[in-house]
Structures are given as C-alpha cells and as structure tokens.
C-alpha cells in the first residue's frame, strides 16, 4: 500500500516555487555590472535618463554643455548604461529610438564610457551598414575592438557637413544585428544641441 506524505510533497513543491522565483544567477564570468543593473531593475533605478536642460547648456540625455559663441559641445556617451536592450544601449536608448542634434560646423567633444558586460565603441557614421566615420576624428580609438567596462575615451570632430548619420557602436555586429544606435543629425538650422527621445 502505498503512503502519501503531504509535509514532503508540500516542502518540494516550496522549493520549486522558491528556486523558479529567484531566477537564475549570472555566469561566473558575466560582471558584477550584470547583477547591479538586474538590482536596479527591480528596484526601477534603471530607466531611461529625463529629458532637461539646465544653465551649464545641458538638454537632453547626451549633451552635458555647449557653448553658441565658440560653436562646441560636449556629449556624454555611456555604453551600457541601463539594462535595455540587453545592454546594447547608449545612455537607455537603442535602435534609433533617441537623436542628438549638433548644428553645422561645430566641435564635438565626446566623453565615452563602457557600463557593459562586453566590448563597446563610438562612432558617427553614415549608416549601421556603412560604419566609416562620417568626419575626421569622428569614433572613438580602436573602434572596431572597443573597449572593456569600466574604460573611458575621449574624441572630438568637427561635424562638417549637414545631413542624417548615426552615432552607434563600432564593434563589427553591436549596430546592424543588437541595435546598438541611435539617430544624429548634422543641422544648417539649428542654433544649439540637443538631444531627445525619438
């Protein structure tokens, strides 16, 4: 005859219940970076940076100053910096989802770093498919190797020519297949930078 144990089915059927909810824990090689953005998606820190503009001539997500008089402005580019598209993200945004706005003819200074698990770049380019730099100077150094996280660079161009380019990771694949761009725009109209959501 065979006895059923209540107490012993209900403990595993806790166990179960208890393992399915905690989900599975990181690779032994994935970064502690992987675990601090899981921490902060649950507890909502991760969300994609608010739309501002402050005195220092801050607007947008990527534009930290500018100045009209002497036609500069800064972008802070963070690779990583949020768990969206699995981290193939600059500063929360992927697949073309935000533009930056530079008007003709201005310097850009970009200050570039990597929050990701994985090698990143920065390069403005005509295209995902076409990742040659659309000016001098316009891609961070090594573009096509990147760098590790918790690495920085820094670049600056002179964006000469009005028109529609994009500023996307320059590792071979990170732009065209995980979507790791996003919209930039070389304008004969606009006064000063900016940056927005798409």
């Known amino acids: 005859m065979k006895v059923s144990r209540p107490g012993g089915i209900a403990a595993l059927m806790g166990f179960v219940f208890l393992m399915a909810g905690c989900g599975s824990s990181p690779a032994p090689a994935a970064s502690s970076h992987h675990a601090h953005h899981k921490a902060g998606a649950a507890t909502g820190t991760n969300k994609k940076p608010a739309l501002s503009t402050t005195s220092s001539g801050a607007s947008g997500p990527f534009v930290t100053s500018q100045d009209p008089s002497t036609k500069t402005v800064t972008l802070s580019v963070t690779a990583g910096a949020t768990i969206d598209n699995f981290y193939y993200n600059f500063n929360g945004f992927d697949q073309g989802n935000a533009t930056i706005t530079v008007p003709v003819g201005w310097t850009v200074k970009v200050d570039f770093s ?4 994985s090698a990143n770049s920065v390069v403005i380019a005509p295209s995902i498919s076409n990742l040659t730099p659309a000016f001098t100077g316009a891609a961070s150094p090594d573009v096509a190797t ?9 670049f600056e161009f ?3 020519t009005a ?3 994009v500023l996307a990771c320059g590792v071979p694949g990170q732009a065209s297949q995980d979507g790791m761009w996003v919209k930039f725009v070389v304008s004969a ?4 930078a900016s940056s927005q959501k798409s």
């Open 114 to 117: 990597n929050e990701s698990g």
């Open 146 to 154: 990147g760098i590790q996280a918790g690495e920085s660079q820094t």
């Open 158 to 160: 002179v964006a000469k």
């Open 163 to 165: 028109g529609s380019y």
């Open 189 to 192: 109209s606009a006064s000063r």
